[in-house]
């Protein structure tokens, strides 16, 4: 099977602006979860989408946000950027939410 | 919410030498611990994983063990080559990857 894609791989905004991460998830898992790692913060959870809900959410802004479509593709939106938003975004999916997570190669935002 | 402890922040071993690193949480609630080895710019990847139903599992030169009393689990890496030069992520969660809480990681340098 055809691992955890993410598009684009690397992206740079300017404060201010908002931008739209894609998450394709390897073929029949469910879950999608998106994590921000960062130097400073480590790998940290934003949130988690199972058939189109969001299921679990971690404690960032509300400028963070997700969804997930019918065909299991997520995506997340950061609105306002600010640069410390600068980060690896990584996604992971899993059959349902109770098995291992595969990670995805990550998008790489830089917030100028 | 989960609070995950791991050291050393870095570790550096002679090829051929042991190496363990260790990790603590804080909800007695978790019950799933993966370990992810993270090569520079590159995704996540799961090395092994444990449940708290399990005290111990093994995969080759990779070893887990897990104290729930003490809230404490250790990878334990052998016979250590050049290759298993990577940062190594601990995590807690509960159901299985629903929403995992990391470890700071550990930078394993193995010397030839």
């Known amino acids: 099977k055809a691992g955890v894609t993410q598009t684009p791989r690397y992206l740079i905004k300017t404060r201010g602006q908002q931008v739209t991460l894609s998450c394709s998830p390897i073929s029949g898992h469910r879950s999608v979860s998106w994590y921000q790692q960062t130097p400073g913060q480590g790998l940290q959870f934003l949130f988690e989408y199972f058939s189109e809900t969001q299921r679990n959410k971690g404690n960032f802004p509300g400028r963070f946000s997700g969804r997930q479509f019918s065909n299991s593709r997520s995506e997340m939106n950061v609105s306002t950027l600010e640069l410390g938003d600068s980060a690896l975004y990584l996604c992971a999916s899993s059959s349902s939410g109770a098995d291992t997570q595969y990670f995805g190669p990550g998008t790489r935002l830089t917030v100028l | 919410g989960e609070n995950v402890e791991q050291h050393p922040s870095t570790l550096s071993v002679q090829e051929g030498d042991s190496a363990v690193i260790k990790c603590t949480y804080s909800?007695?609630?978790?019950?799933?611990f993966p370990w992810y080895k993270q090569e520079l710019g590159k995704r996540p990847q799961l090395i092994i994983d444990?449940?708290?139903?399990?005290g111990e599992k093994k995969d080759q030169r990779i070893a887990v063990t897990l104290n729930k009393t003490a809230k404490h689990f250790s990878l334990h890496i052998t016979e250590t080559q050049p290759e298993d030069s990577a940062v190594y992520f601990c995590a807690a969660g509960r159901n299985a990857g629903n929403m995992l809480t990391f470890g700071g990681g550990t930078r394993l340098m193995v010397k030839p």
């Open positions: 909800d007695s609630a978790s019950n799933y």
């Open positions: 444990i449940r708290s139903n399990v």
